[in-house]
C-alpha cells in the first residue's frame, strides 16, 4: 500500500503560483509513475501531469502545459507540481497518485491506470 498525502493549496489570485507537495509513505515511489488530477465542481476528474519512474518523462495537459511543472524527489518519496500564472479556470481539488510502471515505461494520463490516490488539496484562483 501507498499512502499520498498533499498540501500545499490554498486561495490565490490570477497570476500566482503555487507548489503543491505529494508525500508518500508505505512504499517507495520509485517504483511507480506519479501523477496530478484535478476536479472542478461538478465536473470529473481529469488529468493534469503525470513524471516516469525516474523523473526521465512527464506529460502535461494542453490547459497547463508551459506553466505548471511536475517533478519527483525520490530520496524524500515526495512529487511536486509547482503551478505558476495561475488561472480562475485552475480551481479544482488536486489529487496526486501512483500508477505502477515498468522500467522505462511513460507515465499514463488515464486515471483508471492509477493504484492510490491521495485524499486531494483545494486551489482556488480568483481573478
Known amino acids: 500500500q501507498v499512502q499520498l498525502v498533499e498540501s500545499g493549496g490554498g486561495p490565490v489570485q490570477a497570476g500566482d503560483s503555487l507548489r503543491l507537495s505529494c508525500a508518500a509513505s508505505?512504499?517507495?515511489?520509485?517504483?511507480?509513475?506519479m501523477g496530478w488530477f484535478r476536479q472542478a465542481p461538478g465536473k470529473e476528474r481529469v488529468f493534469v501531469a503525470a513524471?516516469?519512474?525516474?523523473?526521465?518523462?512527464?506529460h502535461y495537459a494542453d490547459s497547463v502545459k508551459g506553466r505548471f511543472t511536475i517533478s519527483r524527489d525520490n530520496a524524500k518519496n515526495t512529487v511536486y507540481l509547482q503551478m505558476n500564472s495561475l488561472k480562475p479556470e485552475d480551481t479544482a481539488v488536486y489529487y496526486c497518485?501512483?500508477?505502477?510502471?515498468?522500467?522505462?515505461?511513460?507515465?499514463?494520463?488515464?486515471?483508471?491506470?492509477?493504484?492510490?490516490w491521495g485524499q486531494g488539496t483545494q486551489v482556488t484562483v480568483s481573478s
Open positions: 508505505g512504499r517507495t515511489i520509485r517504483n511507480y509513475a
Open positions: 513524471v516516469s519512474r525516474s523523473g526521465g518523462t512527464t
Open positions: 497518485a501512483a500508477e505502477a510502471s515498468p522500467v522505462g515505461a511513460p507515465p499514463s494520463e488515464k486515471k483508471g491506470e492509477y493504484d492510490y
